[in-house]
């Protein structure tokens, strides 16, 4: 059974930077031939995809409001995935989640991502 546990959210400045990671428990094969993703939820919107990075983690793809701010990474030894956050914007405030794109797995608690102005 799978199970993701986000972390590494919190309150920070405009301008400032985070580094979400996600735990992957479950299969390791199941982990590093899906591509994986970062999700978010702002209140009163709908999740929706920020970030994926294909199975070897040689493609990536971003949504535009964050293009050039994110990077996504994943470690398939250790089935860990990552989202580097720069230059933080208070639009960027919401839950943060992973999961799979293809596959879609039970979600995690996520992890809060605020940021003030």
């Known amino acids: 059974q799978v199970q993701l546990v986000e972390s590494g959210g919190g309150l920070v400045q405009a301008g400032g930077s985070l580094r979400l990671s996600c735990a992957f428990s479950?299969?390791?094969?199941?982990?590093?031939?899906?591509?994986m993703g970062w999700y978010r939820q702002a209140p009163g919107t709908q999740r929706q995809s920020v970030a994926t990075?294909?199975?070897?983690?040689?493609?990536?793809n971003y949504e535009d409001s964050v293009k050039g701010r994110f990077t996504i990474s994943r470690d398939n030894a250790n089935t860990m995935l990552y989202l580097q956050m720069n230059n933080l914007k208070p639009e960027d405030t919401a839950v943060y989640y992973c999961?799979?794109?293809?596959?879609?797995w039970g979600w995690g608690q996520g992890t809060q991502v605020t940021v003030s102005s």
């Open positions: 479950g299969s390791n094969f199941r982990f590093r031939t899906n591509v």
């Open positions: 999961n799979g794109i293809d596959v879609i």
């Open positions: 990075i294909s199975s070897d983690g040689a493609s990536t």
